[in-house]
Structure formats: C-alpha cells, structure tokens
C-alpha cells in the first residue's frame, strides 16, 4: 500500500469518527513516513475522542520520524494531558516543543502550573512560575489565581497572601475570583471571621462580592449558629443588589425549620423577581387580593408566570429553586407539576432540581413502576438528564441504588451501577460501600469482593 493510500485510508476513518480503527491502521503501516497532515489530524482525532495513550504514541512516532509538530498540536496535548494530571508527560513535551523552536506561551503555562497545583505538587508549579518569568512570559490573573488556589487548598494562607501581594505590586488587581478563593478556603477550614474580614476588604476596595462569596459565608456563620448575622449579610446582599441562586436558597433553608422551604423559596424568588427583572410586587399583591386564600405557592406561581413573561435568562433558576423546595417539602405531585409546566414554556430544570426529585421519590418510597398514566417514574427523569448531556451526581445514583439495594432488586441495582460508570460519573467511597452491601444482603459474594478489591 503507498504512502497516499495509507493517509486517505486513515483520513476516512477519522472524518467518520471510526478513530481506532484509524489508529489500528495507522500502527500497521507506521515503519512508513506518513504525510505531515496525517499525523497531526490522528492526534487531533485521538485526544478529541479521549484517547490520550495512543495520541501520545502517535506523537512520538512523530518525534522520532523528524516531524516537527504545530503549535496547536502541542497545545492540544498540554491541556488534554494536563486535565489527566499527568504533568510528568506535560513537561515533556513542553521540552520536546521547545526543542524545535516553539515557545510555549502564557496558556500553555498556566495550564501546566494548573496540573501541577491539582497534583498538590507547589514546588514544581512555582518553579515553572520561575522559569516563566525568566524567558519573559508575563503571568496573567489567571496565573496568579492557579497558584493562590493550590496554596490556599493546601492550607498555606501566608504564601498565598505573598503571591496576592506580588501580584499587586505587578500592576495587576486581584479580580473576584483570587478573593472567592480564599473566602472559601477561610470558611471550610472554620475561620470564618477572616473571611468576613477578607469581605470588607473587597468592599473598601470596590471590588463587588458575587453570591458565591455570601454563599460561603451565610453557610458557615449558619454552622456556628451565628443566626442574627446571617441573617445580616443576607440583607447586606440583598441591599447590594446581589441575585441570588439556588445554592444560596439551600443555605437558607437549611437556616430554617422544615416545613418553610415554600417560604423559603418564596423570599428568594421576590429578590430575583424585584432584582433582576424589576418586577413590582405591589402589583402582584394587588392581583392576590382578589383571590379566594392567600396562599404562598399561589402567591409563588404568580411570581413565576411574571418572571416567564419577562426575559427568560432567569427563569430556569426561578422555576428550578420552586421545584427544590417542593421536593425538599414531599411535596412530589406539585413538584412533578412544576416540571411539567416548565416542559410547555420550553424551560429545563437545573441538575439540582432533578437531583431533588429524584431524592424525593425514593424517600416516598416510590420506586420505577410506582407511578402510573404522564407522571415520569425515576428511572425515567434519570434518562431525561442524561440524555441531555447533564451529569447527575454520584449522590443521586447512590440514592437509587441504595433503595435497589434494600428492596432486593439487585439486577436492576447492578444496571444502573455500570450506567453510572459508562456515563461517565466517577464513584466515591460512598457508592462503593453501598453496592457492596447491596451485594452482600443478596447473597452475591463474589460480586462484593471484586469491588472490595476495587476500592
């Protein structure tokens, strides 16, 4: 076969997106000296599709056949290797891309400072942060910020304020993102009085907290029962001008007994009405009054039919914080009817809302057939997000599969387990623990102590 052949061969194959079979081509013929676009598009292809050990051999042969690589190849690889954390093989690259007169730029180190920072291994991320200076390659926010986020991860605040200081004293201003970082860290690590320090800073400095940073520190002032002050900075937020999401509605409500999600729900969804659409409440309460009750999901829907009559940008969070809270409640047959008039508007829930959802037909005790005629079963909401491409969190399948577990129907619990796994979420200790108890009361062994080794 020539050389001709062999590149439409494998061009073929990569256009169809039948890449290993490209591959397995490609390793039959590589004594031969491929075309310099047939390389670069089967590495292309390979780390598009994930596989990352055989574009990385595709490369070397590459190398060792004198072929010089693009810029984009390169940086193709340093990021896809980088998200992997194989940093080792990064830093590789980046020599044998300098070796042929390519000089990696400010991205390419970001990302490999970024690989080493998730590896926990700062030494060699501010190495390279040395030698990026040294050959000229101006960091940028996002570089500082990297490196700010593995000191902080790690526990190290005063090299993370030594890195914020160089940073100022760089002509850079330290944007939203360095101080959500360590407002965060502070309230994880119990120190929450730093973070709120850390806050007026922000403040003095005018630069405008986000809802991630009150967030933060509503929840841990919440842990501390410090009551009187969350509910301070929750009007501090509000006076501020700040919209406030879903997570914050979670905090809020766990703020406060159970039974008053709706009210809960019903606060918040006033913020973002007034807030970001501007909509006049007295309006609403004028409507109300001539109403029969005054009852807070109806004052809710008028809210929500409001909010989908104004610019839609919102309105998936307003609907989806609606559902939350009925689920958070028990309440599974409005909650089922809040999806299904969010489904006519043409609104999808958030990943949250359907995680919730799914929690509340298992603590109903539902299980797949429970429901009958158009209300969806769980295992058919479960397809609803993964055919959208959303991932549901290893949470909400160790709900189904403990449920699974407990009422015996172990083939199904082993079904949705490998779904889990072929979709993509990777499992936690947790998970684990749950299919092997699974296994264990079902008489399956075997099964139990293949995945005892695993974990």
Same mark, same amino acid.
């Given at each position: 076969?020539?050389?001709?052949?062999? #590149?439409?061969?494998i !061009?073929?194959?990569?256009?169809k997106?039948? $890449?290993?079979?490209?591959?397995? &081509?490609?390793?039959?013929?590589?004594?031969?000296?491929? =075309?310099?676009?047939?390389?670069?598009?089967?590495?292309?292809?390979?780390?598009?599709?994930?596989?990352?050990?055989?574009?990385?051999?595709?490369?070397?042969?590459?190398?060792?056949?004198?072929? *010089? *690589?693009?810029?984009?190849?390169?940086?193709?690889?340093?990021?896809?290797f980088?998200?992997?954390?194989?940093?080792?093989?990064?830093?590789?690259?980046?020599?044998?891309?300098?070796?042929?007169?390519?000089s990696?730029d400010?991205?390419?180190?970001?990302?490999?400072?970024?690989?080493? &920072?998730?590896?926990?291994?700062?030494?060699?991320?501010?190495?390279?942060?040395?030698?990026?200076?040294?050959?000229?390659?101006e960091? #940028?926010?996002?570089?500082?910020?990297t490196?700010?986020?593995?000191?902080?991860?790690?526990?190290?605040?005063?090299k993370?304020?030594?890195?914020?200081?160089?940073?100022?004293?760089?002509?850079?201003?330290?944007?939203?993102v360095?101080?959500?970082?360590?407002?965060?860290?502070?309230?994880?690590?119990q120190?929450?009085?730093?973070?709120?320090?850390?806050? =007026?800073?922000?403040?003095?400095?005018?630069?405008?907290? =986000?809802?991630?940073?009150?967030?933060?520190?509503?929840?841990?002032?919440?842990?501390?029962?410090?009551?009187?002050?969350?509910?301070?900075?929750?009007?501090?937020?509000?006076?501020?001008?700040?919209?406030?999401d879903?997570?914050?509605?979670?905090?809020?409500?766990?703020?406060? *007994?159970?039974?008053?999600?709706?009210?809960?729900?019903?606060?918040?969804?006033?913020?973002?009405?007034?807030?970001?659409?501007? $909509?006049?409440l007295?309006?609403?309460?004028?409507?109300?009054?001539?109403?029969?009750?005054?009852?807070?999901?109806?004052?809710?829907?008028?809210?929500?039919?409001?909010?989908?009559?104004?610019?839609? &940008?919102?309105? #998936?969070t307003?609907?989806?914080?609606?559902?939350?809270?009925?689920?958070?409640?028990?309440?599974? #047959?409005?909650?089922?009817?809040?999806?299904?008039?969010?489904?006519?508007?043409?609104?999808?829930?958030?990943l949250?809302?359907?995680?919730?959802?799914?929690? &509340?037909?298992?603590?109903?005790?539902?299980?797949?057939?429970?429901?009958?005629?158009?209300?969806?079963?769980?295992?058919?909401?479960?397809?609803?997000?993964?055919?959208?491409?959303?991932k549901?969190?290893?949470?909400?399948?160790?709900?189904?599969?403990?449920?699974?577990?407990?009422?015996?129907r172990?083939?199904?619990?082993?079904?949705?387990?490998?779904?889990?796994?072929?979709?993509?979420?990777?499992p936690?200790?947790?998970?684990?623990v749950?299919?092997?108890?699974?296994?264990?009361? =079902?008489?399956w062994?075997?099964?139990? !102590?293949?995945?005892?080794?695993?974990?």
């Open positions: 076969m020539c050389v001709g052949a062999c #590149d439409a061969v !061009r073929g194959f990569c256009e997106d039948r $890449i290993l079979e490209g591959y397995d &081509c490609f390793t039959k013929v590589s004594d031969f000296m491929l =075309n310099y676009t047939c390389y670069n598009r089967l590495v292309d292809r390979l780390c598009f599709m994930g596989y990352l050990d055989e574009a990385l051999h595709v490369f070397d042969v590459m190398m060792d056949r004198g072929v *010089p *690589p693009t810029v984009h190849l390169c940086k193709l690889l340093i990021f896809e980088c998200k992997r954390g194989w940093v080792e093989v990064v830093e590789s690259l980046s020599l044998e891309m300098e070796s042929y007169g390519l990696m400010k991205v390419m180190y970001t990302y490999l400072i970024y690989g080493y &920072c998730k590896s926990r291994k700062m030494k060699m991320a501010m190495r390279l942060f040395m030698r990026m200076l040294k050959v000229g390659c960091p #940028d926010n996002y570089t500082y910020n490196l700010i986020h593995g000191f902080v991860h790690l526990g190290l605040f005063d993370a304020w030594v890195l914020h200081n160089k940073m100022v004293n760089c002509g850079l201003k330290p944007n939203i360095t101080y959500q970082i360590m407002i965060s860290k502070y309230c994880k690590d120190k929450v009085d730093c973070a709120l320090m850390l806050l =007026n800073n922000m403040l003095q400095c005018n630069i405008a907290p =986000n809802v991630q940073c009150y967030t933060v520190l509503i929840s841990a002032l919440r842990k501390e029962q410090r009551f009187e002050e969350v509910d301070s900075l929750y009007l501090q937020m509000m006076d501020s001008g700040i919209i406030p879903h997570v914050l509605f979670f905090t809020l409500a766990k703020n406060h *007994p159970k039974g008053d999600e709706v009210h809960v729900a019903l606060t918040v969804l006033q913020a973002i009405a007034t807030k970001a659409y501007k $909509i006049e007295s309006g609403i309460s004028s409507y109300m009054e001539h109403k029969p009750t005054n009852d807070v999901m109806l004052q809710i829907e008028c809210l929500l039919e409001e909010i989908s009559r104004s610019q839609a &940008c919102l309105a #998936d307003a609907f989806s914080i609606y559902m939350i809270a009925l689920c958070m409640g028990g309440d599974l #047959d409005p909650a089922l009817l809040c999806m299904d008039k969010m489904a006519r508007l043409g609104l999808l829930p958030l949250s809302a359907y995680n919730s959802l799914i929690k &509340c037909f298992f603590q109903e005790g539902l299980g797949e057939d429970a429901k009958s005629g158009d209300l969806p079963s769980t295992l058919d909401i479960l397809n609803q997000i993964e055919e959208r491409g959303v549901p969190t290893v949470a909400v399948y160790n709900s189904i599969l403990d449920c699974l577990g407990r009422q015996k172990i083939f199904e619990a082993q079904k949705v387990f490998r779904r889990m796994l072929e979709f993509g979420v990777d936690d200790e947790t998970i684990f749950t299919m092997i108890n699974a296994y264990s009361k =079902n008489g062994a075997n099964e139990a !102590r293949k995945l005892l080794r695993i974990c």
